[in-house]
């Protein structure tokens, strides 16, 4: 990849800024705007570069970019470093990431107001905290089961499904807008 242009640096930047508001290291996220930016495999001395960031800080990066399974290894006939780029597919890639933070934040979450909820009785949980914790996890269950199932949707459903904006709601309403 040759030097990065504004609009790349800027793009890259602004990723990077978002990826902390979200939680994600800014240099992981900043790796990934580059190799999802990138038409071709970089290996990690070119990102390093582009970035003008620390070798380590890339290594360590793109170890949990792939752990994520948003950006993979791959290797570049003719040369012997190792190459990594990111998935292109949009889509694909924010089922993924939802897919990891459901499992990393949510699905802990839920245990413990289950468990919560198991031991009220024993613990002796005033009534109206078990009422918040019950209202909670209603929620959270709810929503889940809901995302199980959509997340299961071809793209192509889910698009037109996300497109058709208020008219769901109309017709939940039964056409009364």
């Known amino acids: 990849m040759k030097a ?5 640096q800027k793009f890259i930047l602004h990723w990077g800024e978002m990826g902390t508001r979200w939680g994600i290291n800014r240099t992981v996220a ?22 003008g960031v620390a070798r380590s800080n890339v290594s360590t ?14 290797h570049v006939m003719g040369d012997k470093r ?9 889509w694909e890639m924010f089922r993924i990431i939802l897919d990891e933070r459901k499992r990393r934040e949510i699905d802990p979450t839920r245990e413990m107001l289950r468990a919560t909820l198991n031991a009220s009785a024993e613990e002796g949980l005033d009534e109206f905290t078990r009422m ?17 199932q959509v997340s299961r ?25």
């Open 30 to 51: 900043q790796v990934h705007a580059l190799l999802y930016l990138s038409p071709d495999p970089l290996p990690a001395d070119e990102i390093t570069t582009l970035l």
């Open 132 to 148: 918040r914790i019950q209202e909670l996890s209603d929620f959270m269950e709810t929503s889940m089961a809901w995302y199980t």
């Open 153 to 177: 949707w071809p793209q192509s459903v889910l698009t037109r499904f996300l497109r058709l904006g208020d008219q769901v709601l109309s017709l939940l309403k039964g056409g009364r807008g």
């Open 4 to 8: 990065l242009t504004s609009i790349q």
């Open 61 to 74: 990066s793109l170890k949990e970019l792939q752990g994520w399974g948003i950006v993979r290894l791959v």
């Open 82 to 90: 190792d190459h990594f780029e990111s998935l292109h597919d949009v």
